[in-house]
Nanobody, 127 residues
Framework: VQLQASGGGLVQTGYSLSLSCAASGDTFSSYGMGWFRQGPGRECTFVAAIRGSGDRAYYANSMKGRFTISRDNAKNTVYLQMNSLKPEDTAVYYC?????????????????????WGQGTQVTVSS
């Protein structure tokens, strides 16, 4: 599957952004989808994930209540709505996908569990 992330930009603190990740090349609903981010000089960290059916979502603790992940399987797209943005949210945001069977409950938060990655979209939050 190929992934194309979009929607990043420059916003002020407290504003919102909505990221999209369009998938192509395979049955989208078969894939669990995740969003990760990598800030300047930092490692890649988990943001949110959603199961293939869309019936369950997972969030990093610092994003709960501010970020919402969703997906539209008819459009082969996963979204990340980001509200109340903070300067520390500044990062390149990546979408990722995987369809393999997982053997532990927190797999969704681990970058190594995703076989396919988009190119990333820059989000910059100014203070």
């Amino acid at each position: 599957v190929q992934l194309q992330a979009s929607g990043g930009g420059l916003v002020q603190t407290g504003y919102s952004l909505s990221l999209s990740c369009a998938a192509s090349g395979d049955t989208f609903s078969s894939y669990g989808m995740g969003w990760f981010r990598q800030g300047p000089g930092r490692e890649c960290t988990f943001v949110a994930a959603i199961r293939g059916s869309g019936d369950r979502a997972y969030y990093a603790n610092s994003m709960k209540g501010r970020f919402t992940i969703s997906r539209d399987n008819a459009k082969n797209t996963v979204y990340l709505q980001m509200n109340s943005l903070k300067p520390e949210d500044t990062a390149v945001y990546y979408c990722a996908a995987d369809r393999s069977v997982k053997t532990y409950s927190t797999w969704y938060s681990q970058p190594r569990e995703y076989a396919y990655w988009g190119q990333g979209t820059q989000v910059t939050v100014s203070s």
